[in-house]
């Protein structure tokens, strides 16, 4: 199996070929839902680390159930699992790279380990936060929360998915992690497969390569390929992995079976997060299928810059994943 990652690229940023005054962003998405769910259900508790995101106007009746614990992490997470074990279904509102690395520990032991109803609503994932520099990059955390166990894992690619995920994340048993971006994307197009936790959303079908993205630049860019190589003859299928745990195995075998190759596309170190989960069960398939992994290369994401001009500065770009198409089909 071959699996090579992006290299920084001059190429045009990610555009979307959808009306761009659908656009919205997943974490306002994600604020409305949460605040119809508390009005319906007292069980839910909001649980914020001063992120900005909420406001007292928005709570009305529930707003006793919405605390501000301030810029603590690791507490944020222990007095979200000491509701959840009081019957309480906590969401948790922090940025990414807080929650999966600075509050790790709790989330480890205080959530995933007693298997809480914690979801943990994490906004600024991947390089959304571009400009606020490398310490709020998120580009470890699908990584990291999908060796938990227990962990469901979730990346939305728009506002109506983040809808219905927040939707169906409240109803599991277990922890959520929910990463979401910082801006707004437009919508993907109305005609596609609806979004159900834990099976792929199919965006195109093709029959020369499968292209599997997860989150809302990435997706766009792998439609925007597939539709590039449409215009030589290359038919390429998309797949959205909305869900990186747990993951859609069956899909991942049909891709690897009826196509050529496979290359993923997502907003991450290429150690750990999408790809490396696709790579595994191609390897345990044991099928001559092989993938290519448009990822950040493994290094920091030095500078500050706004978030389209930083995914182009480092390879997650239509122009990268048609080079690796072209090359894996040669």
């Given at each position: 199996?071959?699996?090579?990652?992006?290299?920084?690229?001059?190429?045009?940023?990610?555009?979307?070929?959808?009306?761009?005054?659908?656009?919205?962003?997943?974490?306002?998405?994600?604020?409305d839902v949460l605040v119809e769910l508390m009005g319906r259900d007292e069980r839910h508790v909001c649980l914020d680390s001063d992120t900005g995101l909420f406001s007292a106007a928005a709570w009305g009746e529930s707003a006793p159930r919405y605390l501000n614990l301030g810029i603590a992490e690791q507490n944020l997470m222990g007095v979200a699992a000491g509701l959840a074990r009081s019957g309480r279904i906590p969401f948790v509102n922090t940025m990414a790279t807080f929650a999966a690395t600075r509050a790790l520990e709790a989330v480890k032991l205080d959530i995933a380990w007693n298997d809480l109803p914690v979801r943990i609503a994490a906004t600024h994932g991947g390089l959304s936060a571009g400009h606020l520099g490398s310490t709020h990059h998120a580009l470890e955390d699908l990584g990291v929360?999908?060796?938990?166990?227990?962990?469901?894992?979730?990346?939305?690619?728009?506002?109506?998915?983040?809808?219905?995920?927040?939707?169906?994340?409240?109803?599991?048993?277990?922890?959520?992690?929910?990463?979401?971006?910082?801006?707004?994307?437009?919508?993907?197009?109305?005609?596609?497969?609806p979004v159900r936790i834990g099976v792929a959303q199919g965006l195109r079908r093709g029959t020369d390569v499968t292209l599997i993205a997860t989150g809302p630049h990435p997706v766009l860019t792998?439609?925007?390929?597939?539709?590039?190589?449409?215009?030589d003859g290359i038919d390429a299928a998309v797949l959205n992995m909305h869900t990186v745990k747990p993951l859609d195995r069956e899909a991942i075998v049909e891709a690897a079976t009826r196509t050529r190759g496979i290359v993923t596309v997502e907003e991450h170190w290429a150690a750990g997060g999408l790809g490396?989960?696709?790579?595994?069960?191609?390897?345990?398939?044991?099928?001559?299928?092989?993938?290519?992994?448009?990822?950040?290369?493994?290094?920091?994401?030095?500078?500050?810059?706004?978030?389209?001009?930083?995914?182009?500065?480092?390879?997650?770009?239509?122009?990268?994943?048609?080079?690796?198409?072209?090359?894996?089909?040669a």
């Open positions: 199996m071959s699996v090579v990652t992006a290299e920084p690229t001059a190429s045009a940023e990610p555009t979307a070929s959808t009306d761009p005054t659908e656009a919205r962003a997943g974490r306002e998405v994600y604020r929360m999908r060796m938990l166990p227990n962990m469901t894992v979730l990346v939305p690619a728009d506002g109506p998915a983040t809808d219905t995920l927040v939707r169906a994340a409240a109803e599991l048993p277990g922890p959520v992690y929910l990463r979401l971006g910082r801006g707004a994307t437009p919508s993907l197009p109305p005609e596609a497969e792998a439609v925007e390929t597939a539709d590039e190589l449409a215009r490396s989960a696709v790579a595994e069960v191609v390897a345990e398939l044991g099928v001559a299928c092989p993938v290519r992994r448009v990822a950040v290369a493994d290094r920091f994401a030095a500078g500050t810059g706004g978030h389209r001009h930083l995914l182009a500065r480092n390879g997650i770009s239509a122009a990268t994943v048609t080079g690796h198409v072209r090359r894996l089909l």
